[in-house]
Nanobody, 115 residues
């Protein structure tokens, strides 16, 4: 079955960095669009950044220049490098795989940015 396992969340001060990792299994990784979403209480889950199967990426304007997504097709892993973190980046971050017209989600990892 499809499994997405996130790691790397935690607590960081403003201006700091975190690296989230998502290990994928149970599907053909190279055929899936991979993405990171985030969600805060009371709001919808929102896309942060997307890594397409053709190697291109899309980044939400709120994190452009600070967050970078990368995928390692050999290791079935997708990474979110987050730099210059701000308090408004505090959220639960979810790894997402999209293929065959379906979305699959990891369990989420908490990122808290606070002084």
């Amino acid at each position: 079955q499809v499994q997405l396992v996130e790691s790397g969340g935690g607590f960081v001060q403003p201006g700091g960095s975190l690296r989230l990792s998502c290990a994928a299994s149970g599907f053909t990784f190279t055929t899936a669009t991979m993405a990171w979403y985030r969600q805060v209480p009371g709001k919808h889950r929102e896309p942060v950044t997307i890594a397409n199967t053709d190697g291109t990426t899309n980044v939400d304007i709120s994190v452009k220049g600070r967050f970078t997504i990368s995928r390692d097709n050999a290791m079935n892993t997708v990474i979110l490098q987050m730099n210059n973190l701000k308090p408004e980046d505090t959220a639960v971050y979810y790894c997402c795989a999209y293929f065959r017209r379906a979305y699959y989600w990891g369990q989420g990892t908490q990122v808290t940015v606070s002084s």
